[in-house]
């Protein structure tokens, strides 16, 4: 069943794993457009695999994924991104032998028109990257990675981009300027779906959050309520 609301992802019902190990166990969560949607929950409850679903890099055993109102279930990522899905996986997210432009350019590697527009406009995002334009991307902090990364992935004018721990074991100061970054992305009009273990920021600029545990969904709620819930501040958010 497609969605008939204002919901620009719908993932229904969705089981999927490794092998014959079920990872997720009828997951199901929607997006509508230009929201941030935080997907919080400990370590191994199937965050990260929710994403490579969506994005086509598992298929599901059951349940069904949709793009507005078409049935993307088990597209492979090369179709996911064309249909306007980025993903930037928590790590192995650039090419580091390359240089930061040379990774922008990696990322339309599917367009056909002058992209160069697109990377001023990347370059604005991240002032940072426009210093460093020509070093090799290896080279760069962690922090600078997670931006070289994300903006590789806004190179195809996204509908929905998908972070998967985009604060990961970097910096305090990279950390709030990658979610200040991420504030920006949104602001365009691209809809996010952020997997994040600093759970209390995630839900601090979300529009609305869901919490996995044990490959299942324990609650969804607007991220404010969630916020004010007292098992989930004793659970997932420190007290």
């Known amino acids: 069943m497609a969605n008939t609301d204002n919901s620009?992802?719908?993932?229904?019902?969705?089981?999927?794993?490794?092998?014959?190990?079920?990872?997720?166990?009828?997951?199901?969560?929607?997006?509508?457009?230009?929201?941030?949607?935080?997907?919080?929950?400990?370590?191994?409850?199937?965050?990260?695999?929710?994403?490579?679903?969506?994005?086509?890099?598992?298929?599901?055993?059951?349940?069904?994924?949709?793009?507005?109102?078409?049935?993307?279930?088990?597209?492979?990522?090369?179709?996911?991104?064309?249909?306007?899905?980025?993903?930037?996986?928590?790590?192995?997210?650039?090419?580091?032998?390359?240089?930061?432009?040379?990774?922008?350019?990696?990322?339309?590697?599917?367009?056909?028109?002058?992209?160069?527009?697109?990377?001023?406009?990347?370059?604005?995002l991240f002032p940072v990257l426009r210093k460093k334009k020509n070093q090799k991307a290896g080279l760069l902090s962690g922090g600078e990675r997670q931006m070289v990364a994300m903006g590789r992935a806004l190179m195809l004018d996204p509908q929905i981009i998908l972070l998967d721990e985009p604060s990961a074991g970097l910096a305090p100061k990279f950390v709030s300027m990658i979610f200040e970054k991420i504030r920006e992305i949104n602001s365009t009009g691209v809809a996010v779906i952020l997997v994040e273990q600093n759970a209390k920021e995630a839900l601090q600029m979300a529009d609305h959050g869901y919490v996995l545990a044990n490959g299942q969904n324990v609650l969804d709620d607007r991220a404010d309520k969630l916020l004010a819930n007292e098992k989930v501040r004793e659970l997932y958010l420190g007290g």
């Open 8 to 124: 620009i992802l719908t993932v229904e019902s969705v089981t999927v794993g490794y092998g014959e190990a079920d990872i997720l166990f009828g997951v199901s969560m929607k997006v509508e457009k230009g929201q941030i949607v935080s997907i919080i929950g400990p370590n191994g409850a199937g965050k990260s695999t929710l994403l490579k679903t969506i994005f086509g890099c598992l298929r599901p055993k059951s349940g069904r994924i949709f793009l507005k109102n078409e049935d993307i279930t088990g597209l492979k990522p090369d179709e996911i991104v064309r249909k306007g899905i980025s993903y930037v996986p928590q790590v192995e997210n650039i090419f580091p032998t390359l240089t930061v432009i040379e990774n922008l350019e990696m990322g339309a590697f599917i367009r056909n028109d002058d992209y160069q527009p697109r990377i001023e406009e990347i370059l604005e």
